[in-house]
């Protein structure tokens, strides 16, 4: 007896799931190989901080750091597909662990608060969920972003597409700034009108994009 055809969401999922784990070891493997095994530490600490904060991709223009900013933004870009990933794959067998079910609950719980603050989130579906996380506000991220995609009906594939898409604008944004500022570093120290004209456009561009955004998630489906 033949066992029961998988859906094709399912299956493209698990197809694209193995390709992200396969390509990010033989990246681990490649890096080991070029560098000594004591420089594992250092990427598990930089792996970390990124996780944390993405604020963390502009220590990439530290002297001291062993990575620049590109670098790191690929690496955090990375762990936030790792982290879609396995919420996709395993939410059932998360939620029966005592802490991290607990973890995913509240997750879940913020996930819902998104979604009755932002109802425009179900038309947009996709993009939306994609700004979401590329946006640095309260209730983003890879995690909150997967558990709203699958809330509003997205396909396994469609949310972990849309967190690739809103987390890589995010990092390439961060990565890119950092590069800014670390090239003109010395002149933005010496004008400080500079730096201060520099911060006003950026925030003011960002205040912008997301007043516009913000106008759409808020209209109901």
Same mark, same amino acid.
């Given at each position: ?25 033989? #990246? =681990?493997? $490649?890096?080991? %190989?070029?560098? *000594?095994?004591?420089? &594992?530490?250092?990427?598990?600490? @930089?792996? +970390? ?36 990933? #396995? =919420?996709? $794959?395993?939410? %059932?067998?998360? *939620?029966?662990?005592? &802490?991290?079910?607990?973890?995913? @609950?509240? +997750? ?55 967190? @690739? ?57």
């Amino acid at each position: 007896m033949e066992p029961p055809a998988q859906p094709t969401d399912l299956v493209r999922f698990r197809l694209t799931a193995l390709a992200v784990l396969s390509a990010s070891l033989a #990246a =681990l493997i $490649a890096y080991a %190989a070029l560098h *000594e095994l004591a420089a &594992l530490s250092e990427l598990v600490v @930089a792996a +970390a901080a990124v996780f944390f904060s993405k604020l963390a991709i502009f220590g990439g223009n530290l002297p001291q750091s062993r990575f620049n900013p590109w670098e790191l933004g690929l690496l955090a870009w990375t762990i936030d597909l790792w982290v879609s990933c #396995a =919420l996709l $794959a395993g939410i %059932a067998s998360f *939620e029966r662990l005592p &802490l991290a079910g607990r973890a995913l @609950a509240e +997750a879940h719980g913020r996930a819902g608060a998104t979604l009755r603050e932002y109802p425009g989130l179900r038309r947009l579906a996709f993009w939306g969920i994609a700004v979401l996380v590329f946006l640095p506000i309260p209730g983003s991220g890879a995690v909150t972003g997967t558990l709203v995609g699958r809330l509003v009906g997205l396909s396994r594939l469609g949310t972990l597409a849309s967190i @690739a898409a809103g987390a890589g604008a995010a990092v390439a944004s961060y990565a890119a700034v950092a590069v800014f500022l670390g090239s003109r570093w010395e002149a933005l120290a010496s004008n400080p009108l500079s730096w201060v004209a520099s911060l006003l456009v950026l925030v003011g561009l960002l205040w912008w994009f997301w007043h516009r955004v913000r106008s759409e998630l808020l209209k109901q489906s």
